[in-house]
């Protein structure tokens, strides 16, 4: 029982340290359109009720980074302004599924046409079940009470940190535990490894099986990428890697939750079930056409092990379960998700002093309050810009940030050429002294920074030649059989497969530092 109880508690902290920078990027997004576009302006900016607003959404989803859990602010404030179910419905679906991280991540992982296609159908799922929705229940705009807009200058800035602290603590709160409690749900239901086989492309049932799944799951848009590009690499399902996308990524228990209470549990089944028959009418279709040709199946794949138990039965890590956490933990974050970390919980302790001491909103009202003369400009240069424009270039800056982000991700070549080197030498080194442990907490290591030197290289030269990816792909076939053999084999092949991994290292830092990139 211990296991899976510490289990549950290992997967919840992993997915809320991915979601945090996307969960802060929402309630950012959410103050703004609250407390600078405004109802009206957010109304024109998403459409509402007509097919073109649900393409509207669609591509705005896309252009803004989000997460499930991050879009759920969102959807409180797309209600709030008089936005139709559907329109919302639309948007909650799509903005998870790509931003511009993810996006670049999947060209490299298969082939662009596959990626484009998934986003293509993406947009057919939304349009598709949201006009039928609309049209079976017309007029679900709610209109609220709009709040008095703040006055320009460091007041404007003031009220949508207000709002998003008081959101941090309120009903969004709740639901973002209900999505992360989904992820504990799966971890103590699923043993250790059991997905490995579950996802087989000449198993017709896959999809199915993946909907179970990816419903109560969470993942970011780079977790979800990363785990299609290994189902296309072992030759799974490809209609699986859609519903993978399409619920595990674009949906959780949380986000469900806040639709059934705020639109009516009727309304959510009716949705859910249009929603569910068009991906897998998708899923089914696309299974074939979209299958990679010359891939030769693999027996099992360890995409899914996020999903399932971290630990077995009966079993206590040599450093203790609590140690064992830590040391996970530690090894899976990346910095920008401690960053996330950081700013929410400043968030959050700013909106309990809130509550506490002012639960009536007088600091709300002060923000409100025009200030006579400080309303007009001042200065010869000074230009009063109205709410709705702020908003406008606060929300292109934070597409420019994702953009730029591409270029921190994915570093030049040779620095995620040295980040590799040191990758390759942990993982190899620990598998030829016998300790599988530590051999297959660096693998994963050895394969994000693989991919992520290919996408850098896309980044800064626009092209790779065939010779550099060959390369690449050898080194990311030879770490594959490490890992398998790592997991049972014995200690001979697991010698003889670390060293063929390091001649494949050694292969792919010939090619990038002697060989020209194009």
Known sequence: MNAVLWGMLLRILQAFLQG??????????????????GHAATRRMFGSNSVVSLAQSWLIGMLLPGCSLGVIPICRKLRSSGISVGTIFAFALSSPLFDPLS????????????????ATCSLVVVTVSGAIFDRLFPGTEVRERERPAPPFGIKRILAVAVDMAREATGPTAGLVAIGLAGVGILAACLPAGSLQRAMAHDNPWSPLVMTAIAIPAYATPMTAMGQLGSMFQHGNSVGAAFVLLTFGAGMNLGLLAGMGSTYGWRRLVVWFGLLFLAVLVISYGIERPLYPRGIEAADHTHAFDRYCAPFIPGEVPQRGF?????????????????????????????GAALRRFDPHGRLDAWLTRPDGAADRPTGRYDV??????????????IVAVSLAGCFAYYPPPQEALEELSLATVEGAAAAVAGDRAHALEWIP????????????????RRRLSDFHLAKSRLLEERLEGLEHAAEDAPREEVRDRALAASRAFQYVSRAWTTEPLD
């Open 20 to 37: 945090a920078p996307f969960i802060f990027t929402g309630l950012c997004i959410a103050g703004l359109l609250d407390r600078l576009m």
């Open 445 to 460: 290591v050895c394969e994000s920074w693989n991919r992520r030197r290919v996408v850098g290289t896309y980044l800064r």
């Open 322 to 350: 609590p140690a064992e956490i830590l040391h996970r933990v530690r090894m899976d974050t990346q910095p920008h998700e401690w960053f996330g970390v950081a700013i929410l919980g400043a968030l959050v302790a700013a």
């Open 103 to 118: 996006l670049l991540y999947g060209l490299t992982l298969s082939k662009p046409f596959t990626i484009l296609a998934f």
């Open 384 to 397: 009063v810009l109205p709410g709705p424009v702020v908003a406008g270039v606060a929300l292109l800056g």
